[in-house]
């Protein structure tokens, strides 16, 4: 009965698609700006041995300008902006104030004379992995934008690399701080935007080695590359040293109810030292799960640092360590600091609110995007490559909020990492102090990763 | 063993909180016959209630009324313009569950939406101290909670059982229609059951906050253990709710220390729990009989 | 647990005017047509969109087969679906297979994981069942985690075969190419290879619908002890129904780990499995083409409903976290205004057109 429909309806199909299939659509042209008109890949200077990446080599439709019209540059971020981790994408706010506060104030003057102004467009991938390709192919192909700037989430970037490296676009600032970014050699658009992890774990056992040189550290770390990242650094640092790693916990946020219970069976292996390598707000209730009875120097990753997350500690933040590399509105010290004040002066006519100004969070994606306009300032030529290449050959060089002593040196062959100075801080009485002066681990960060899982 | 404990007491404690909230899962099936998904955010927005309210200025105990206050009139808004509209579970089960499905995405982003996405401090109810029994230090909070437990389920048990209301509510349950001929006001049984649930909640929330931090997604995993808790105890049972939730908080803080193969899995050893429970008692360790005329 | 279907059996004469069979065919022809040309004419981003429509499509079309047909109450599908993306993935790396042998391996592997699920099933019943499978769909992202050292954990585990690049041989994440024959560019190429892969499993689908195994397994549903008094091997079918279902969405899985190139386990868990409820549920549960209908609901508010949202609502609202309560509430009025999803509401509109008793439905329709 129904079979005659069936055959008549596929007849019909097949003709219409034999039809149709005739007319195909207008595919993009293929990149016509090829490798003829990137002649200022090398440098602009004669210096074709100093350049990192060459374009005209190593990319297939390498499109050096896209992004760019006129005197607008796009740029493009992919951010938990809804679903569970949405509180990270505070840092996405962070980038988006500094973009409206530096087109107030002017726009961006280019290494090439020009003054641009900045385009952000912003995609919502819910911290999950699995849309993040979705929505960079979009802001790739859709918006055309010139450059990412300040991704979140360290499997949501490893989920994208092989792509937009293949696409010769750049991922600037990349908002994690994980040991795999340091392979800059086979993805050299990619340039983090945070120290590494481990580097931030073996300037704490440097500190230790003055005080405590026989630790015993207990460690909770998140199970995935955070963690492991911060397992890796300390694992490495302590070889040589007469410190041991007594215990180590794993805990997973999103199966685990608190942290609670590892603590508590970290407090029965006789550490002396707690390293608390989770992020969000499980540190601060690993603070507080501490037994009464168990008083271990502790030490918090710089990602735990914030007003909030010490103000979930419940008090008892006092007296924990941690690292510093930038600036911190909220400390009396530096609020009188040029570059602070700046910062709350622009962030606040942009309309960042009070709370997010001194949270704490903001300040990243702050500083993601000054790091952005410096290389765009130092840029001889406004394109793909040449910026990229720019990151790659900074020296003594400093952006948005980084401490005053802090400076910025990389190579891309050699030296991947941005941010290699750190100081070691203590809280007390709600507020951080620095233990140590700035101490530069630059040029070793690859070194001091653990081996890769 | 003073390690295996504390364990024990964190399990409970945990377990606490999931027990009120399979209490509240409870309550609207008895009620209602549906299982509520958004018991848990519909918890974690009455706790944002009683946060908002310590804001103010009022402690803890009196900003928990308040919040419980909030979260009934929040439970009898949404049985009176989402649920009932719906009709019948019985008749259209998949219907209901996408509804409350929707008003689990709904809660969760409204609360985001108001609130932010910043973890907010609540106090333990019970303070920070601890007892020390036998050398196993026992926070005031864990025992607290216990007992706020018992006491929910007890006057749940005793208004079922006891109580006109509770009359009404199991007739309803037994069969709506007869029940509306009989003269019992239905609707108004139904909206008392869905106001008890918010109330509920308002009271897990306030336990479950304090143990990491009250934001958005404070009810995301617990709501999955409160499901376990009352399928391992059965759908329609108290008791069964309670002994779930501490079953399954105890199974998922303690066995993981010791059997290094579900290290990883907390949920794993509460599962194959359900599991083995289920097979044995498909309604669930105290859920009753379904006897159906076929 | 469901009202008795409310159509008669398909053996009245149906209304045989040439506006009828119209009004019935049209639509479907119609949506085939779309499907074929829509990807030749749109942009690259756009195929991209629609190509991942179709996993959920199939993954909803494996769930309508247990929970509407055979009443079995599933919210874990999420759940094996990664299973099946695992299964690919691993395959792809460690023995190089084609990825289409790799997704229908992978396939096999779910029955299997089904068919295992289904046994304890057969005792456990109802809601209880549905709750179990939850916990399941949040069990397995912390599997995946206990068996890190060959899943990858939570970083995920990149699919990649041995490609050139930069002069080495090295694992890099999979591509799609178009071969040359057919004209077509890379992206359009993955999607007609998806289409036809889950053409394939509809089609088969809705013949075992159509045929006496799917009368037997509405029977199950309907009345189960009925069911097995008229002859039904209740078991065999109930457990039979898992497997297959569980396979679908195997093949869902695997069209997703191909995709995207890599797969994280955060991706499998409860919000999965409740998108593919919802899709089966938007579309009309037991019926061919709900699925497909309800998969593309989903999709279009995710896709493109999602990122049009206007950033600056009323002023300074930026739009994009309130997303799920959007959804939320575009839910909650959908099942209030068609409880019988996509398909039941057009069914409804069409007894209404054609003004007389209920014409003969594809395959009985509970009254949801």
Request: hydrophobic fraction near 45%; charged fraction near 15%; proline fraction near 5%.
């Amino acid at each position: 009965m129904q079979r005659p429909h069936v055959a008549r309806l596929a007849a019909i199909l097949a003709a219409a698609a034999l039809v149709v299939s005739a007319c195909g659509r207008d595919e993009e042209p293929a990149a016509d700006n090829d490798a003829t008109e990137t002649t200022v890949a090398d440098g602009g200077g004669g210096e074709t041995a100093a350049v990192f990446i060459n374009p005209d080599t190593e990319c297939e439709n390498y499109e050096p300008t896209k992004g760019i019209t006129g005197d607008t540059i796009k740029i493009g971020n992919v951010r938990p902006a809804s679903g569970p981790f949405a509180i990270f994408g505070k840092v996405a706010t962070g980038l988006e104030t500094f973009v409206k506060a530096t087109n107030d104030a002017g726009g961006v003057k280019a290494g090439d004379g020009k003054t641009y102004q900045l385009e952000l467009v912003s995609e919502d991938d819910a911290y999950d992995p699995a849309q993040t390709p979705s929505k960079v192919q979009k802001l790739l192909d859709q918006d055309g934008i010139f450059a990412m700037v300040g991704q979140i989430g360290t499997s949501n970037n490893l989920a994208v690399r092989q792509t937009m490296n293949d696409a010769c676009v750049p991922s600037v600032g990349l908002a994690t701080g994980s040991t795999q970014w340091g392979n800059a050699n086979e993805y050299p658009w990619f340039i983090g935007g945070l120290p590494s992890y481990a580097t931030e774990a073996a300037a704490f056992i440097e500190y230790l080695k003055t005080e405590q040189p026989a630790a015993k550290i207990a460690l909770i770390y998140q199970d995935d590359d955070l963690g492991k990242s911060y397992k890796g650094g300390i694992e490495k640092a302590i070889e040589g040293t007469e410190m041991t790693l007594v215990g180590e916990q794993p805990y997973n946020p999103l199966a685990e109810t608190s942290p609670e219970s590892k603590v508590v069976q970290l407090a029965g292996s006789g550490a002396d030292v707690f390293f608390v390598g989770i992020s969000g707000a499980p540190c601060p209730a690993a603070l507080r799960a501490k037994p009464g009875d168990w008083n271990p120097l502790t030490y918090i990753t710089i990602t735990c640092t914030s007003k909030t997350a010490m103000a979930l500690a419940q008090g008892k933040d006092e007296g924990v360590y941690s690292t510093q590399v930038l600036l911190d509105p909220t400390n009396p010290e530096d609020a009188a600091n040029p570059k602070v004040t700046d910062f709350r002066t622009r962030a606040a006519a942009a309309g960042m609110s009070a709370d997010d100004i001194d949270g704490g969070i903001t300040t990243a994606g702050w500083n993601f995007g000054a790091l952005f306009v410096r290389a765009l300032e130092l840029s001889p030529t406004v394109d793909r490559a040449t910026v990229m290449n720019t990151l790659w050959k900074m020296q003594d060089e400093t952006f948005g909020l980084l401490r005053d002593e802090v400076k910025v040196n990389s190579d891309g062959a050699t030296d991947p990492w941005l941010i290699e100075d750190l100081r070691v801080i203590k809280r007390g009485g709600g507020q951080w102090a620095a233990v140590t002066e700035m101490t530069s681990y630059e040029g070793t960060s690859n070194d001091l990763a653990g081996p890769e899982e | 063993m003073s390690e295996f404990f504390q364990f024990m007491f964190i399990g409970l404690g945990n377990g606490a909180v999931y027990a009120m909230i399979g209490l509240g899962l409870v309550i609207i099936y008895r009620a209602t016959g549906i299982i509520n998904f958004a018991q848990g955010e519909m918890a974690m927005f009455a706790t944002f209630f009683v946060w908002t309210l310590t804001e103010v200025g009022l402690p803890l105990p009196v900003a928990l009324l308040g919040g419980m206050l909030g979260g009934a009139i929040v439970g009898t808004l949404v049985h009176q313009f989402v649920v009932r509209p719906v009709g019948n579970p019985h008749e259209k089960p998949l219907a209901v569950v996408i509804v409350t499905i929707g008003l689990f995405l709904g809660f969760n982003a409204l609360a985001q939406l108001i609130w932010g996405t910043e973890g907010k401090v609540v106090k333990p109810l019970f303070g920070n101290g601890e007892f020390n029994i036998a050398g196993v230090p026992i926070d005031h909070q864990k025992v607290g909670a216990l007992a706020v437990l018992a006491l929910e389920a007890a006057l749940f048990y005793l208004l079922f059982k006891k109580t006109k209301i509770g009359l009404a509510m199991r007739a309803v349950a037994s069969n709506s229609e007869s029940s509306g001929l009989c003269g019992v006001p239905v609707n108004r049984i139904l909206m008392i059951g869905w106001a008890l649930a918010g109330a509920i909640g308002a009271v897990a929330g306030t336990f479950m906050a304090p143990i990491s931090a009250l934001d958005a997604n404070l009810m995301q995993g617990p709501l999955i253990f409160a499901f376990a808790a009352i399928t391992l105890g059965g759908f329609d049972s108290f008791v069964g709710a309670v002994v779930g939730g501490l079953a399954i908080g105890v199974l998922t803080d303690v066995v993981p220390k010791y059997v290094t193969f579900v290290d990883k899995m907390p949920l794993a050893p509460a599962f194959v729990a359900i599991l083995i429970v289920l097979l044995v008692r498909p309604e669930g360790l105290f859920g009753t009989k379904k006897v159906a005329r076929v | 647990m469901s009202a008795p279907s409310n159509a008669a059996p398909s053996n009245t004469a149906p209304s045989n005017t040439v506006a009828a069979r119209a009004l019935r065919w049209g639509p479907l022809a119609v949506f085939l047509i779309l499907l074929i040309v829509l990807p030749l004419q749109l942009d690259k981003v756009w195929v991209n969109k629609i190509t991942l429509w179709i996993p959920l499509a199939v993954a909803a079309l494996g769930l309508n087969l247990l929970t509407g047909y055979n009443g079995q109450i599933s919210i874990g599908h999420g759940a094996l679906c990664g299973f099946g993306a695992y299964a690919t993935a691993l395959m792809i790396n460690e023995w190089e297979l084609p990825f289409l042998v790799a997704i229908l391996l992978g396939s096999v592997f779910c029955f299997a994981v089904g068919v295992a699920i289904g046994l304890p099933a057969l005792r456990i019943k109802g809601l209880y069942l549905a709750l179990v499978t939850l916990s399941f769909a949040t069990l397995f992202p912390q599997l995946i985690e206990q068996f890190s050292s060959f899943t990858g954990g939570t970083t995920g585990l990149a699919v990649t075969s041995p490609q050139e690049f930069r002069g080495a041989i090295r694992d890099r994440e999979i591509k799609f190419q178009a071969p040359e024959w057919s004209g077509l560019a890379d992206d359009q190429w993955r999607y007609f290879l998806f289409l036809a892969l889950a053409a394939g499993c509809f089609v088969i689908v809705a013949n075992v619908a159509r045929s006496r195994v799917g009368r037997s397994l509405v029977a199950i549903r309907d009345n189960e002890v009925a069911a097995e008094v008229s002859g039904v091997n209740v078991a065999t079918a109930k457990v039979f129904t898992f497997g297959i279902s569980a396979a679908l969405a195997g093949i869902s899985g695997g069209m997703i780990a191909v995709y995207n190139a890599r797969v994280t386990s955060g991706s499998f868990g409860l919000a999965l499995s409740l998108a593919i409820l919802v899709a089966v549920v938007l579309g009309g549960s037991a019926t061919t083409m709900g699925p497909a209908l309800g998969a593309i609901s989903v999709s279009v508010f995710e896709t493109v409903i999602k990122p049009e949202l206007p950033k600056d609502f009323l002023g300074s609202i930026d739009l994009q976290p309130a997303t799920p309560l959007i959804l939320g509430v575009l839910l909650i009025i959908s099942v209030l205004v068609a409880p019988g999803g996509t398909v039941g509401s057009w069914h409804h509109l069409l007894e209404r057109l054609s003004h007389r008793s209920p014409s003969p439905t594809e395959a009985p329709n509970p009254s949801e």
